[in-house]
């Protein structure tokens, strides 16, 4: 069995997020697929996996409801185990920056974002701009730890509602005339992010197209990026080549490495790097091992 993994969004407006729900529901369960889907009034978000045939039959079958007929999806190698479950859930927002009554929706998407820019056009701008150009990071903190474009602005958000806060600072103001490109894993966040970038006074905002998945998908680590990428599935990273870089240090020993160990306390969210070696002495891995 060749598996794969399919991370897919739309924004578009949903007039009945519960019918949808319970229709991909029911598709996911026919197919033999597992994953995380959010529905919103906003549209779609989601990563699934399981057989490449089944995967393409979900996608057939996604797009033939209208409001999703221009869905685009990211593959990526799975393992056929990636997701214990199937969850699909309504939501207030796709993404929760918690700004769902200032988010307009336009027929192509969230209204004021920033420039959509594929992975080759990405290049283009960095060589016609040089070193003017900004990469800012859109995802939590703890996830640029093992992997990011190299010499990116990385935020001190902890949640991605953070990021409003982080805008409003004033700690990045001084970017606000230059060409800042937003990133994330698939997306989707930055749809929303280079908006809110635009309207609190970032003169020239862009955006991947298809995200860090697209980019990696177009130059493997022959680019820009650096590292791995933290994925939200039982993978927990991927790498788009055996040469990637190991960015992330253990907080231990000081070794690189790319694993992230869950805080013991039920009630923290914090994710602390430690290495393989440190992992076997530490009780905060003990239920958290990474492959």
């Known amino acids: 069995m060749i598996a794969k993994v399919l991370s897919f969004y739309r924004f578009t407006e949903v007039t009945d997020p ?15 697929l597992g994953g995380r889907i959010i529905v919103s009034v ?12 089944a995967l393409k039959q979900y996608l057939k079958a996604t797009r033939e409801l209208p409001v999703l007929a221009g869905l685009e999806g990211a593959w ?12 699909v859930k309504v939501r207030p927002e796709l993404v929760t920056f918690g700004v769902a009554p200032t988010i307009s929706l336009t027929a192509d998407g969230v209204a004021g974002t920033g420039v959509h820019l594929s992975p080759a056009e990405v290049h283009d701008l960095v060589d016609a701009r040089g070193e003017d150009v900004v990469f800012f ?9 093992v992997g990011r474009f190299s010499g990116a602005v990385v935020t001190g958000a ?13 700690a990045y103001d001084a970017l606000k005339d230059r060409p800042v ?47 791995a990428v933290r994925v939200f599935d039982d993978r927990e990273i991927i790498t788009f080549s055996d040469r990637a870089a190991t960015i992330g240090e253990c907080v231990r020993c000081g070794n690189g490495t790319s694993r992230h160990a869950d805080c013991p306390t039920p009630q923290c969210k914090a994710r602390t790097l430690l290495c393989t070696a440190c992992t076997q002495t530490d009780p905060r891995c003990a239920q958290h091992q990474q492959p």
């Open 137 to 145: 990071d859109g995802r939590n903190a703890w996830e640029a730890e």
């Open 158 to 170: 902890e949640t991605t509602a953070d990021f409003v806060t982080e805008l409003e600072s004033g």
């Open 181 to 227: 490109v937003t990133y994330c894993t698939g997306g989707i966040r930055c749809e929303v992010l280079s908006s809110l970038m635009a309207d609190r006074g970032f003169s020239e905002v862009y955006q991947i197209q298809g995200g860090i998945l697209a980019y990696g998908a177009a130059y493997g680590d022959d680019g820009l990026w650096e590292g």
């Open 42 to 53: 906003q549209g779609i978000n989601g990563t699934v996996g399981g057989e490449v045939g």
């Open 76 to 87: 990526t190698d799975g393992t056929g185990n990636d997701f214990p479950r199937l969850s």
């Open 18 to 32: 519960e019918a949808v729900r319970l229709w991909q529901r029911e598709l996911c369960r026919r197919l033999g």
